[in-house]
């Protein structure tokens, strides 16, 4: 018995220390040397000396910051919920579809996602383009005046969050689409039996067994957009980049830009901790309202 289990510890060391290799060297590693260059003066590339929480104390007096801080925030609330509710709802939509018809428009919403950012940013820079884009003409038509969106900085976050919602629901619309496939029909025929309308079936049948599947959704999308970046990074191009700035724009700014590698490590530390705590939050509150559904 003593030999069979030490043998199977040794197998199972042996199955998984590729895996423990791999992310000691692409994550727990470069995760320790960036809070160790977080308390230097480094440069990008190259060695500093050390200053403590110097850099950390800055980020409290620096306006660009700030400004990162909060043009993150609002995004992050344009995009995560409504962008959840309007996969749910298309997906809902698409699951009463059935045979090709429903694979046609289930490919119709998936197909932005496959795109790369530089063809998302192409689509609607043509789109909404002051100059030269067919929205701004069809205003014209309409005797609406033009609207500079990339370069005003009150349109120019809720417009990327409405392209980021358009680009990325596909993936979110197959999750829901899998989750409700896997209700089992004659929970619905019980329901229908019981003179249930949609609403009721809806609010006690589907929304309490989808839940799992609307936290994994909101939890995934609270991740990717903290870290937004490639979006406003292509559509500040000629605008105002300094007033559309994010937390991983920011981290930009400082290492490439400004040769502050020491600034940008501490800037990238406080964005990794947001995104731990943000994301154990999400995970109690919906696991809490999870239980409250019940």
Do not use: C, H
Request: no cysteine; proline share 4%.
């Amino acid at each position: 018995m003593l030999r069979n289990k030490r043998s199977e510890a040794l197998m199972a060391l042996a199955l998984i220390a590729p895996f423990i290799a791999i992310y000691g060297l692409v994550f727990v590693y470069p995760t320790i040397k960036l809070f160790m260059i977080s308390f230097t003066d480094a440069p990008l590339i190259g060695d500093g000396t050390y200053v403590g929480f110097d850099n950390y104390t800055r980020l409290a007096s620096d306006r660009r910051f700030d400004t990162a801080l909060w043009n993150t925030a609002y995004f992050v609330l344009l995009s995560v919920v409504p962008g959840t509710l309007v996969a749910f709802s298309i997906a809902l939509g698409v699951n009463r579809l059935a045979g090709r018809l429903q694979s046609f428009v289930l490919a119709l919403f998936f197909l932005p996602y496959i795109l790369p950012v530089s063809v998302v940013y192409l689509i609607w820079d043509w789109t909404l383009n002051f100059q030269f884009g067919i929205a701004m003409y069809v205003f014209d038509m309409l005797g609406i005046g033009r609207v500079p969106i990339f370069k005003a900085t009150a349109w120019f976050i809720p417009a990327v969050a409405f392209i980021t919602i358009w680009w990325t629901a596909g993936f979110s619309i197959l999750l829901f689409l899998a989750g409700l496939r896997a209700i089992p029909g004659e929970i619905y025929e019980a329901a229908s039996l019981d003179n249930a309308g949609r609403w009721a079936t809806f609010a006690r049948i589907t929304w309490p067994l989808m839940w799992p599947i609307t936290a994994l959704v909101l939890t995934i999308q609270l991740i990717l957009q903290l870290k937004i970046f490639d979006q406003v990074y292509l559509f500040s191009t000629g605008g105002r980049p300094n007033d559309n700035v994010v937390l991983v724009y920011y981290v930009f700014q400082r290492a490439f830009q400004s040769d502050q590698g020491g600034r940008a490590a501490a800037v990238a530390v406080v964005l990794f901790l947001i995104v731990i705590v943000v994301s154990v939050l999400n995970f109690q509150l919906t696991r809490l309202s999870r239980g409250n559904n019940r």
